[in-house]
């Protein structure tokens, strides 16, 4: 699907008085899934790959594998198993000193990606590390580049922040997507244990949804992670935050459900008994 034709579907959604809903997908079966269950779109980032390997999705932001390539890899895997008209998502990591990423985001087309996502994102990063990746060339400003030239090459384009800046700046890039990142999700086996409460996380999906819409009045705002993890968690920010647009889950869409699949499958075979 082309950029307009996904954006303009994603706005038809919300005129209808819908949620979008976007979920991440770290394997085939993910994917699958996602579009069996009607998802608006998914994203495909090397987070996805270290969460369904049981490890944290925090695993992503750190140098344990080239996080572009990884995508690519993962493209084989995802891409094939959805149909055309279902639009999957390349986390990029913008900030990739190795690569050009201009000639890489034809790679990300070419491959048959619909659009990109700023991920693994420095928007996570704060004090010190922050300050140092910001000085050195490796800050969000990259990322903001990234967005642009993706904007550039019509590519759907969906932008993690965690600022009031960093909305306005991915605006301007011609994001289509706003997504307030409110932190690592809680919850589950390998959840964070150290969130923003939900009153915080309303807060600050409010100031990013009133930034980015101030700056660009049709951009699509969702919000993400921290304690926002369940269906009922989302119902109570939508509610709270007129206007906002919808949610896209990670966790929330393929590990938290796995494990309790799991489990509560393992379990009942085990109150089977013998010889009756």
């Given at each position: 699907?082309?950029?307009t034709e996904i954006v303009q579907r994603l706005r038809d959604k919300v005129d209808q008085g819908r949620a979008i809903v976007g979920g991440g997908a770290g394997t085939g079966?993910?994917?699958?899934?996602?579009?069996?269950?009607?998802l608006d779109f998914i994203v495909v980032y090397n987070s996805g790959r270290y969460r369904m390997a049981g490890r944290s999705s925090m695993a992503g932001l750190m140098p344990?594998?080239?996080?572009?390539a990884i995508v690519m890899e993962m493209a084989d895997e995802i891409i094939p198993v959805v149909g055309p008209d279902f639009p999957v998502v390349a986390?990029?990591?913008g900030t990739d000193p190795f690569r050009s990423i201009p000639r890489f985001l034809r790679t990300v087309r070419d491959a048959g990606f619909a659009g990109v996502q700023n991920y693994p994102t420095v928007c996570l990063f704060d004090g010190m590390?922050?300050?140092?990746?910001e000085e050195t060339g490796l800050g969000f400003d990259r990322e903001v580049e990234m967005i642009a030239h993706a904007?550039?090459?019509?590519l759907f384009t969906a932008s993690y922040v965690h600022s009031e800046a960093e909305a306005r700046a991915m605006v301007d890039a011609g994001a289509d997507v706003i997504v307030a990142h409110a932190g690592l999700t809680t919850s589950g086996t390998i959840g964070a244990q150290t969130a923003w409460t939900m009153a915080e996380s309303i807060d600050f999906v409010t100031r990013i949804l009133a930034t980015a819409t101030a700056a660009r009045p049709d951009v699509?705002?969702?919000a993400h992670g921290g304690p926002i993890a369940q269906p009922g968690d989302v119902a109570e920010v939508l509610r709270a935050v007129p206007g906002l647009h919808g949610f896209l889950g990670a966790s929330s869409m393929e590990r938290l459900p796995t494990e309790v699949a799991l489990v509560e499958q393992m379990k009942s075979f085990l109150d089977l008994q013998v010889g009756g």
């Open positions: 699907m082309s950029r079966l993910s994917a699958k899934c996602s579009e069996m269950a009607g344990y594998g080239d996080a572009n986390g990029v990591c590390i922050r300050a140092n990746l904007h550039e090459l019509d699509l705002v969702l």
